[in-house]
């Protein structure tokens, strides 16, 4: 409750891009990079001291995690999904969780298109005979994808935009998403998965981590594609399962998948990769490098550091995945700011400021956001805000996290 005393300390997990680190180094932040994931236990015994932790999509942000750790400012997941955090818990806890839901989206599609290509084309085998010493030169199995049918599994921002590339190859683009989404150029919507499958040459998952899409694509899934359709999951390990791919690629019914994410991945970069699809033929079989290209890495890095500077510096919570979203900017309105997250209930705004009032504290600005089950409120003083005002707002029934930032 009183305005900190030394600069913040971040950890850096997972080899995020170094950008990340000379962006918050030069706002005053303690920097200490990791190169791989940590596990629970490891996280709880590398927290202690830390204010600001950055991720990406290995490292399990549990309720035991954060339970241990209350004083934990803020969490950025350098990556797209947040399905690694525990979310409800964070909340709780008046925790800050930001990620990066745009600064790839490029990136994936790319890969994505590069893919749709490379297996209808076959160029998995002819790679693969080229390297044993082989020259196998035929067109059978090989066909262009204009005039193909590219089916999209969530029309999010990656879904979205694979579509008006896809449209530029010439190909045809239907999809399905269970939110009403507005189509670009010519795509279709489906009103069914099955309606989907049945009409694609080529489907693409690009769906998030929520637990009802678990096993959105298993035996009967595969079966009511196209025969000789091929398969592409840049989304979410769990969306699959892997046995049933096998199957629809070793019968012949599938003419090719590529797979960039699974259920259960390594922690690190050299260690041993298991899968039941390794040296199936025509598969790409990539290490969740969907997103993984310096530009994109570079944005990512950029991106999640300046919202977890901003949420340190100015009580700024833009973009934040679970807090009232207030934008402000590096501008200060008085001598004190006093940041108060709180259960959203009626009355708490009245009585931030009658107690402020009642210890003449004069407020020259204020911003107030309400989400869900929180609010969160800036208040900027004229006035020093006193050791009896502040310890009579953190005692608020309501209070959740009370912070004085200058």
Same mark, same amino acid.
């Given at each position: 409750m009183t305005?900190?005393?030394? $600069? $913040?300390? =971040? @950890?850096?997990?997972?080899?995020?891009? $170094?950008? =990340?680190?000379?962006?918050? /180094?030069? !706002?005053?932040?303690?920097? /200490?990079?990791?190169?791989?994931?940590?596990d629970e236990a490891e996280l709880i015994a590398a927290l202690d001291g830390?204010?600001?932790?950055? +991720? &990406?999509?290995?490292?399990?942000?549990? &309720?035991k995690v954060i339970a241990a750790h209350p004083d934990l400012l803020a969490v950025g997941a350098f990556c797209i999904g947040t399905n690694q955090i525990a979310m409800q818990a964070a909340s709780r806890a008046g925790l800050a969780v930001f990620n990066a839901p745009y600064s790839n989206t490029r990136s994936v599609v790319e890969m994505a298109v590069a893919e749709i290509i490379a297996l209808t084309r076959r160029l998995t085998e002819r790679d693969r005979s080229l390297h044993e010493g082989v020259w196998r030169k035929s067109a059978t199995g090989s066909h262009e994808v204009r005039g193909r049918t590219l089916g999209i599994v969530g029309y999010g921002n990656i879904g979205s935009q694979l579509s008006v590339l896809a449209e530029s190859l010439g190909m045809t683009?239907? *999809?399905?998403? +269970? =939110?009403?989404?507005? !189509? @670009?150029?010519? =795509?279709?919507?489906?009103e069914s998965l099955d309606e989907l499958l049945a009409a694609s040459d080529v489907v693409t998952a690009h769906v998030d981590g929520r637990p009802s899409n678990q096993g959105m694509f298993g035996p009967d899934e595969f079966a009511a594609m196209r025969e000789g359709a091929v398969f592409i999951n840049l989304s979410r390990g769990h969306v699959v399962e892997l046995g049933a791919l096998k199957g629809a690629i070793e019968s012949g019914h599938l003419a090719g998948a590529a797979v960039d994410v699974f259920p259960t991945e390594p922690k690190s970069a050299g260690d041993p990769f298991v899968s039941e699809l390794r040296g199936l033929p025509n598969v790409i079989l990539t290490p969740?490098?969907?997103?993984?290209?310096?530009?994109?890495?570079?944005? +990512?890095?950029? *991106?999640v550091a300046g919202k977890l500077r901003d949420y340190w510096k100015t009580g700024s919570s833009s973009m934040s995945c679970n807090l009232p979203s207030l934008t402000l900017d590096g501008g200060t309105f008085g001598d004190h700011r006093v940041a108060?997250?709180?259960h959203n209930r009626p009355g708490v705004l009245a009585s931030i400021n009658a107690a402020l009032a009642d210890r003449g504290v004069n407020i020259v600005g204020q911003m107030l956001g309400t989400r869900d089950e929180l609010g969160y409120v800036i208040t900027d003083v004229g006035t020093p805000a006193n050791a009896e005002g502040l310890e009579y707002l953190?005692?608020?029934?309501?209070? +959740?996290r009370l912070r004085v930032l200058y």
């Open positions: 305005v900190p005393d030394k $600069p $913040p300390k =971040a @950890l850096l997990l997972e080899n995020v891009h $170094p950008v =990340a680190t000379d962006l918050l /180094e030069r !706002a005053g932040v303690e920097v /200490e990079n990791r190169a791989g994931a940590l830390v204010d600001l932790l950055g +991720i &990406r999509s290995k490292t399990q942000v549990t &309720r683009v239907v *999809f399905y998403d +269970i =939110a009403e989404k507005l !189509a @670009l150029g010519n =795509a279709r919507r489906c969740h490098v969907g997103g993984s290209t310096e530009e994109a890495q570079e944005n +990512i890095g950029r *991106f108060h997250l709180h953190a005692s608020l029934d309501e209070t +959740i």
